[in-house]
């Protein structure tokens, strides 16, 4: 079974601060997805990533998926309060397999 | 994307009882995908659905425990039976619909006293 490590499990900082989620894995992945959860909601696809090295912005949030396809980056600029929830990454081992997900970072943005 | 239904949205059950947790897609899709999310965790893969076909359980996971049925292309059902406070989760179904990307339903809270 294919693992992916996600760091930190949680993340606390203040309205403004810039952050970076870590997702890693010693395998590869055909792609990887970001998700972000609110409570009471199911998880809501952000982006998904599918060549090694890809870089892709979303407003605020750039996601980087490794040259290698092991591993993938969320950074988050100025963090604003609205941005706190559940960040998941999850990865698909091969075409038409399901995804893998990684433990989650809890995000608390304090205004 | 995909339009993804289920219900209910959330229940509170007894032990020992069985809960049916339906799933209703917008389009016809060839596997479905039924995740399990414990309080405060990430989500874990329970079984694989795919219409006309016996599901495929993941380890840990059992038919006779979790049942699922999927009669058609843009439907399933996840049972959860027999139940205790450990299957206190949110339930999530979750159709392919394109290779590699999935997408997810509001899930389904589920709470056994």
């Known amino acids: 079974t294919q693992l992916l490590e996600q760091s930190p499990q949680f993340l606390s900082i203040q309205e403004g601060e810039n952050l970076t989620v870590y997702c890693n894995s010693s395998?590869?992945?055909?792609?990887l997805q970001w998700y972000r959860q609110e409570p009471g909601e199911g998880p809501v696809l952000l982006v998904t990533?599918?060549?090694?090295?890809e870089v892709k912005k979303l407003k605020r949030l750039t996601f980087q998926f490794g040259d290698a396809r092991k591993d993938s980056s969320l950074h988050i600029t100025a963090a604003q309060p609205g941005d706190t929830g559940l960040y998941l990454c999850?990865?698909?081992?091969?075409?038409?397999?399901?995804?893998?997900f990684g433990k989650g970072t809890r995000l608390s943005v304090i205004a | 994307s995909a339009v993804i239904s289920q219900k209910p949205s959330r229940d509170i059950c007894q032990r020992g009882t069985s809960l049916t947790i339906q799933c209703q897609v917008d389009?016809?899709?060839?596997?479905m995908f039924w995740y399990r999310q414990q309080p405060g965790q990430s989500l874990t893969l329970i079984a694989t659905?795919?219409?006309?076909?016996?599901?495929?359980?993941e380890s840990g996971f059992v038919i006779d425990k979790f049942p699922i049925s999927r009669p058609n292309l843009t439907f399933s059902t996840l049972t959860v039976s027999n139940m205790s406070p450990e299957d206190s989760s949110i339930y999530l179904c979750?159709?392919?619909?394109?290779?590699?990307?999935?997408?997810f339903g509001p899930g389904t809270r589920l709470l056994v006293l």
């Open positions: 999850a990865g698909v081992p091969a075409p038409f397999t399901p995804l893998v």
């Open positions: 395998s590869v992945f055909s792609s």
């Open positions: 990533v599918v060549t090694g090295g």
């Open positions: 389009s016809q899709v060839t596997m």
């Open positions: 659905a795919n219409q006309g076909s016996e599901a495929t359980y």
């Open positions: 979750s159709p392919f619909v394109l290779a590699g990307t999935q997408y």
